[in-house]
């Protein structure tokens, strides 16, 4: 009975109650200010003051039981007594102060809406109630629970009205009753919950009072709790109201953004609204449909009344109703109409329309979102759970799709209480463009459904073969046999009631007509809508039924729409010369790459080709409408008519080669006039770089300064160009084009975020300039393919540093490209003052390989994916990359992991067999599964699945996790993993692998008790039983160098391991494990033909090829390759005839493998060692991961051409070079302050001088051993090495004359860690190693200080590395983290000790001016202490984690700075002010000692701390692992090692001036 009551008084609207009980309140409230100001006259025991009686917003039309139960009793009907405790009085005052002022307004508000005529007023006056309304709810709280959720809620409430009002402001919305209406309920419930609060604060048995009494409490808690719920109804009906209102106004909006034909554009705008207005009314009216038209009443009359009697059955399991048919058949307008019918009934639960209309709905990137929102919506009760959800639940498509379904859609409706079905509808999901989204969509459908019985989902689609092996067989599918269209069936009704609908009213249009044009649609919808279109537009009316009525009855449908199309474009003519425009509007329509508008067409177009004309006389096949909106042809049989042949088309034919011809003319020609250096005027940040994540609103930025055309125009003149029949005068055309402007192409197409466009573009150009010299080879074709190679290379080798920042094209990128490029060299002229200067040997060699990229780490995957789409590489940095198999651009964002050098152990990246989803196992166990095409995650990683073994299809996972075997579907949650079977007792697995059709788990390990024998268990996997068991006595138990390799087939698989002579094969049909291979054979590569016949086995001793019967191991014959070339990689082909090599020599090889002809042999010209490669399964392109650690391309079907450039430095080509031998101990060992010399360690007894001005080397010196460790003296006159042979050498820089040479210093010691360092004055050198330092004085040539450690534990070695400006303080730390310092004028045999927290990457410095004050810099802090008569610390400041060679004091003391970072101690050391400032400190400009570059490197960028920011990117093939080891800054130059040891030293002077 109360919640009936609840539900009456929650619904009593009536303005004569409102206005009664406002009358009310206000005699009330004149009666208690009379009795306040007695009170403070000192007037007591005042009598209670008598009034109306208030009548209970419950006592109107309820049962009197119930009336009773919330009319306020006869004390309360009468002025109550005033209270006794002071703190409750003055709480009533300032509740009767509340209640009274939220009366005067209410009545205020009543009025205003009463008159409103829009939405913004209201609202506003709303929200400074409910503020009024919140501070009343706060004073009469009084720690009471249920008042803190009242305050609460209404805290709630009043952001959610602030942002409706914020998203109506400045712009006027129409008054909308509903809404007023709900939100006059609303505020005026809160304020009769203020009322109620008044009385039971003033009532002599108070409110509060009553919580003393246990069952008054549970009464006032049960009031309150009433009260609330009422506030929560009122507010829902409100919010719901508001939300409608807010969706109407931003798809308006939206409808207007969805008309443009820039997809980018669309997108990036459909995103601001959102973001503009909040989480409801998000511009999806695209995606739910709402311009589709319905069914005409009366037509499809059995289809919906079958999916009507499916949606009500209660009983059936069958909870999808799949409705597939052709296109055309008017599956979107059924599906339209039922999503209304439902949505008024309030039984739909969302919606999505898929469509190639729009980039929104192409894809389900915005599919949970829009559903949710449409939920939230449709559903009110759900909408809060809803809006939580989303703001924690990532919304990018690189989330995971499985978890945005589950948490924005899934389980808001598993909360739904619902008495009947709710129905999402789902509609032509053929039309999402990728395979791998449909099917995620349909998986995560089907695994969720079980869980939500009350859900149904209406789908439509065309029988696509993957949506069909997705839901045939399901036991959830209902309709999969209806078929809409059917000549004998009742369609033929459907279209009759649609074309008297349409046609009746229509002039000149008879009922025999009407019935012709029924009878010609042979049931296709899409030709009585195509003709009723026609008709409609009124030109031409009789010729258009004379043409229907000369039909063929007995024609195809094809043929009859063939002549409607026909029949459509000779109305559009008018004569020769406007019919030749006519078409040229056509042509451009049908190629473009996108839908274009009318205005994008005209830009196109010469000035006098009226476009808008044509394309409105053509409408009867085109849907056009706003000139800015894009032109959509009705149906892609119109498109496939247009481009068929001459006898099909009578004359009407689009010569798609001279279209693109003009079209790509017309595109370079508009590029050419917007294009230019830094064209948006971005570079505005002085002398540090821009990137392109540093601009905001960069799209927007873009979207207003170039138009619809330009932006088409940048993205497809190549494509445009390569399908086009390239006249001479097109090419000469494209040559200019790249010649001056390709750079500012380049700079366009990174902003714009497409530089994978870019790269495709130009691959496509490629192939098409090579095709042309197949055919005819001249210096012209040679030269233009030549050009177009070079600007290929450019944006694929640099893509990853353009992609960051569009600007660095005209710099960096550049600066690294040959200096006698046909292309680029002009380019290096015009742009010389962006170039850096930078002095390196470095070549990089552009061949006629592509480079594509470069990993910093060794690379130890690389992958093509099983259709060559997609190549893999995976490499001990910690990144997983995906590329595009055939051009080389980026495929996504790469994964990036934690750098680990074990990589080559655990990274296993593997493809689907289709070649569609790709795996990679990384850090912590994780295994990744994501979609091949894009390189976004299908599932979260899951943990601990360090042994597993996956379908072909990555639908299943079997992992073995301790003894246990578990299986589990992808996309499913941890828990419901299922355990399927046991390991043998003390068995320990260490790989495991499936069988291609699932049967089979393959299993390698060993016993706990003989962990030197490698054993195989192979069990069958439903049931889950062992079938075999084998001990493989002959291979080593290292599970990281063995493989297991399945025949296609399935029926057996063969074990091996790399570089051993052993292999096993093991056949299903005999069940023998048969022992393979001759002592003398180490194999590193085994591979089973396509149809498993035979076996290849590249041996690495003989570098032979040896073939073998699968079933026998019978040798059938031996391929020798020449001087025992190592074979690296093996590929049969497809029809088993023929088997590729790849060998280490570079030759790749083609086989008649059972003859043992050799058919081609084809040279890999690359000039570097090759440690990986990878062949497409076409054979038509090769990967090479080098020994540098890059990836390139080379297309093995392109004849070589000698063409390999270099890169030097920038003043000339002959500069001096250093010329390094690669030795993993190269290394920057130290740098002159004073001048430009930098000591680099050569081999194992050199050191080469290097100077950074030049590039050349100054002179090398000649070292009795290794060389542990260099230093230069602060006066530049002296450099020291220290050898591991405890050889200390001084040399004279200038004379390079030997000054001392010891031998005996620390003499049969091991110096391998020892440093050196000179004193400031350039007097003292010191020296430490082990647990032994010195100081020697140069010009005295002896000690004048010695420390040694006796203790021999690696924890008390010693490191010296701080000496004061007078030369009577040394500092340096042990491997225990103690900090050690002597004070050699007070005690210089005691050592001062102290605590600090990192030994390694440690180094100290004592200040110019103060010799007592010391500073030492560790990874994550810098410590200042004091050295005299104790060791004392005085402060401690934590950093970023970060290691520099450089930490110094300014010349004057008054700074200290590590690395980037700066420190003001000028008041002093204790209390150090963090610097900051666009300039530096002007006391560390003074050249020698102090100079201090502050400058830094991470993630691939130079960065400079003042000003602050990013200087200059490092390309990425030059980037290394152990760049921050190998890298030293001198003055302004940043000097580095790169792979091969090469140094490069930039001078980052001109880039801070620039």
């Not at 004998?488 to 249009?509: A, C, F, G, M």
């Not at 450019?794 to 200096?819: E, G, K």
């Not at 268990?1017 to 039983?1025: G, R």
Request: with cysteine; charged share 25%; glycine share 6%.
């Amino acid at each position: 009975m109360r919640k009936k009551a609840t539900l009456k008084r929650s619904n009593l609207n009536s303005r004569s109650y409102l206005r009664h009980n406002l009358d009310s309140y206000s005699l009330q409230m004149s009666r208690i200010f009379q009795r306040k100001e007695k009170k403070q006259q000192g007037t007591e025991n005042l009598e209670p003051i008598e009034g109306p009686e208030v009548v209970s917003p419950s006592s109107r039309n309820v049962e009197p039981e119930l009336s009773q139960e919330c009319q306020p009793t006869a004390s309360q009907t009468k002025s109550p007594k005033p209270p006794s405790d002071s703190n409750e009085r003055s709480k009533a005052i300032e509740l009767d102060n509340h209640a009274n002022e939220m009366v005067q307004q209410l009545l205020l508000f009543t009025k205003e809406i009463s008159e409103a005529t829009e939405l913004l007023s209201p609202l506003k006056s709303a929200c400074s109630l409910l503020i009024r309304g919140l501070q009343g709810a706060q004073i009469a709280q009084d720690n009471l629970i249920a008042w803190k959720d009242l305050c609460e809620d209404l805290s709630l409430h009043l952001s959610e009205l602030e942002r409706y009002r914020d998203a109506l402001d400045g712009e006027p919305v129409a008054a909308d009753k509903d809404c007023l209406e709900a939100i006059e309920a609303y505020i005026r419930v809160i304020v009769e919950a203020i009322e109620k609060a008044r009385y039971a604060l003033q009532s002599k048995t108070s409110f509060l009072q009553n919580l003393q009494n246990a069952g008054m409490a549970q009464s006032g808690k049960e009031e309150l709790e009433y009260e609330r719920v009422r506030i929560s109804n009122a507010w829902q009906v409100y919010r719901v109201a508001m939300n409608r209102v807010i969706s109407h106004k931003v798809d308006k909006i939206a409808k207007n953004l969805l008309e443009f034909e820039d997809s980018q554009l669309v997108e990036t705008s459909l995103r601001n609204v959102r973001d503009n207005y909040g989480f409801v009314g998000s511009g999806f009216s695209m995606a739910y449909g709402e311009r589709i038209e319905v069914c005409e009443e009366g037509t499809r009359v059995d289809i919906l009344a079958a999916i009507r009697e499916w949606a009500v059955d209660r009983n059936t399991q069958q909870q999808i109703f799949w409705l597939n048919d052709a296109a055309g058949t008017g599956k979107s307008t059924i599906c339209a109409t039922l999503a209304k019918e439902w949505l008024t009934h309030g039984h739909l639960a969302g919606r999505f329309f898929f469509s190639p209309n729009s980039a929104t709905t192409q894809t389900t990137k915005e599919f949970c979102r829009a559903v949710a929102e449409d939920i939230a919506v449709n559903q009110p009760m759900l909408a809060t759970m809803i809006e939580d959800a989303v703001k924690v639940t990532p919304l990018d498509r690189r989330a995971w799709f499985d978890v945005q379904l589950r948490q924005l859609v899934i389980e808001p409706l598993q909360k739904l209480k619902s008495d009947g079905c709710v129905f999402l509808v789902v509609d032509a999901l053929d039309n999402c463009i990728a395979m791998e989204e449909r099917m995620e969509l349909l998986e995560g459908l089907l695994r969720y459904l079980p869980s939500i019985r009350h859900l149904r989902i209406f789908l439509t689609s065309r029988p696509l073969q993957d949506i069909a092996d997705a839901l045939v067989g399901s036991p959830f599918i209902h309709g999969s046999d209806i078929q809409l269209l059917n000549v004998n069936s009742s369609y033929h009704h459907d279209i009759n009631i649609y074309v008297e609908k349409r046609l009746t009213r229509v002039p000149t249009i008879s009922s025999e007509h009407r019935e012709m044009i029924i009878s010609r649609s042979g049931g296709l919808f899409l030709f009585a809508a195509t003709i009723c279109r026609m008709l409609e537009r009124g030109r031409h009316r009789s010729e258009v039924l004379k043409v229907l009525s000369g039909m063929n009855t007995t024609d195809k449908l094809e043929r009859r729409m063939d002549i409607l199309y026909l029949s459509a474009l000779k109305q559009a003519q008018v004569d020769k010369e406007a019919d030749k425009m006519m078409m040229g509007v056509l042509s451009l329509i049908i190629i473009a790459y996108q839908p274009l508008s009318i205005n994008t067409l005209s830009k196109f177009l010469p000035d006098n080709v009226y476009v808008n004309d044509f394309v409105q006389d053509l409408g009867g096949v085109l849907k056009d409408g706003n000139p800015d909106r894009p032109i959509k042809v009705l149906h892609p049989t119109f498109r496939e008519f247009l481009l068929s042949n001459e006898d099909r088309a009578n004359g009407f034919l689009v010569n798609a080669l001279s279209s693109s011809g003009a079209m790509a003319i017309a595109c370079i020609d508009t590029l050419e006039r917007i294009l230019d250096e830094d064209m948006f005027q971005l570079d505005k940040s002085g002398s540090l770089a821009v990137r392109n994540s540093d601009i905001v609103d960069i799209d927007k930025v873009i979207n207003t300064r170039t138009s619809p055309a330009d932006r088409y125009a940048s993205a497809f003149w190549a494509h445009h160009v390569a399908a086009s029949d390239v006249t001479p005068g097109l090419w000469l055309k494209v040559l200019r084009f790249l010649t001056l402007r390709f750079l500012n192409w380049v700079e366009l197409m990174s902003w714009r975020g497409s530089i994978e466009t870019c790269i495709e573009g130009l691959s496509r150009l490629y192939a098409r300039s090579r095709k042309e010299i197949s055919n005819e080879e001249n210096d012209l074709t040679s030269r233009r393919s030549l050009v177009i190679r070079y600007a290929r290379q450019f944006v694929t080798r640099h893509q990853t540093l353009i992609t960051d920042s569009a600007l660095q094209t005209y710099s960096i990128a550049l600066f690294f490209t040959p200096h006698r490029s046909p292309l680029l060299t002009s380019f290096r002229q015009r742009y010389s003052y962006r170039l850096p200067r930078i002095i390196t040997s470095y070549v990089s060699e552009w061949g006629s390989w592509t480079t594509i990229g470069a990993h910093s780490a060794q690379i130890y995957q690389l992958l093509f994916s099983p259709n060559g789409s997609h190549l893999v590489s995976a490499a001990g940095d910690g990144l997983v990359q995906l590329w595009n198999g055939a051009t080389g651009g980026r495929v996504g964002k790469p994964f990036q992991g934690k750098p680990d050098h074990r990589l080559k152990d655990t990274s296993e990246c593997r493809f689907s067999a289709d070649g569609t989803r790709l795996s990679f196992l990384r850090e912590r166990e994780e295994l990744h599964v994501r979609f091949a095409q894009t390189g976004e995650p299908i599932i979260r990683p899951l943990q601990s699945h360090r042994l597993y073994a996956l379908t072909p299809t990555m639908k299943q996972l079997f992992s073995v996790n301790g003894s246990s075997v578990n299986r589990r579907d992808i996309g499913r949650d941890a828990s419901s993993s299922q355990h399927i079977g046991t390991l043998p007792e003390g068995f320990e697995a260490k790989k495991i692998t499936l069988c291609p059709y699932s049967r089979y788990i393959v299993c390698l390990g060993h016993f706990k008790d003989a962990s030197d024998v490698m054993n195989v268990f192979i069990w069958e996997v439903d049931p889950f039983k062992q079938i075999f068991t084998y001990q493989l006595s002959k291979l080593k138990s290292n599970p990281f160098y063995t493989s297991i390799d399945f025949s296609p087939d399935g029926f057996q698989f063969a074990i091996w391991q790399e570089y051993l002579s052993i292999l096993y094969l093991y056949s299903f049909r005999t069940g023998r494990l048969a022992q393979v291979g001759e002592q003398w054979d180490h194999y590193n590569h085994v591979m089973f033909s396509a149809q498993s016949q035979h076996l290849a086995c590249a041996s690495r001793d003989s570098g032979n090829i040896i073939i073998r019967e699968s079933e026998t191991a019978k040798t059938v014959s031996t391929l020798p390759t020449d001087n025992r070339d190592e074979v690296i990689c093996l590929s049969f082909s497809s029809d088993g005839k023929r088997l590729a090599s790849v060998s280490k020599g570079r030759i790749f090889r083609i086989w008649a493998f059972l003859s043992g002809d050799l058919l081609q042999t084809k040279n890999i010209e690359y000039p570097a060692r090759i440690d990986l490669v990878a062949l497409s399964p076409g054979w038509d392109q090769l990967a090479i991961a080098s020994a540098d650690n890059q990836i390139h391309l080379f297309d093995l079907q392109e004849e070589s051409e000698n063409a390999t450039s270099s890169v030097p430095g920038p003043e000339n080509d002959t500069l001096g070079t250093v010329k390094l031998k690669k030795h993993p101990r190269y290394a920057i060992l130290g740098a002159s302050f004073v001048d430009s010399l930098v000591g680099i360690r050569d081999e194992i007894t050199g050191i080469h001088l290097w100077d950074t001005s030049t590039g050349k080397t100054y002179a090398r010196l000649s070292t009795p051993s290794y060389v542990s460790h260099l230093a230069f003296s602060p006066d530049g006159q002296m450099v020291a090495t220290l050898c591991t042979t405890s050889v200390i050498n001084i040399w004279n820089v200038q004379s390079l004359d030997v000054i001392e040479d010891w031998l005996d210093i620390f003499l049969g010691m091991d110096t391998d860690k020892g440093r050196l360092f000179f004193s400031s004055d350039s007097r003292l050198l010191g020296a430490h190693h082990s647990g032994h330092a010195l100081l020697w004085d140069i010009q005295e040539r002896e000690k004048v200080w010695f420390y040694a450690d006796v203790r021999e534990e690696e924890e008390w070695h010693f490191r010296l590395y701080a000496l004061s400006s007078d030369n009577r303080k040394v500092a340096g730390v042990i491997r225990a983290n103690q900090l050690m310092a002597w004070n050699l004028d007070l005690y210089p045999d005691r050592a001062l000790t102290g605590s600090i927290d990192d030994y390694y990457d440690s180094i100290g410095s004592f200040s110019p001016t103060d010799s007592s004050l010391l500073a030492i810099s560790m990874p994550r802090r810098l410590e200042l202490w004091r050295v005299g008569e104790e060791l004392q610390l005085i402060v401690k400041l934590t950093i970023p984690n970060y290691i520099s060679n450089q930490l110094s004091f300014s010349f004057d003391g008054r700074y200290v700075a590590y690395g980037p970072f700066c420190w003001d101690i000028r008041i002093s050391p204790s209390t150090p002010i963090r610097y900051s400032s666009d300039s530096r400190p002007p006391s560390f400009s003074k050249r020698g000692l102090n100079t201090h570059a502050f400058l830094s490197y991470q993630d691939g960028w130079i960065y400079s701390s003042f000003p602050p920011g990013p200087l200059l990117p490092i390309p990425t093939e030059l980037r290394s692992i152990d760049l921050d080891k190998n890298w030293y800054i001198s003055d302004e130059r940043v000097i580095f090692l790169v792979r091969r040891g090469v140094p490069i030293s930039i001078d980052c002077t001109l880039a801070r001036n620039k």
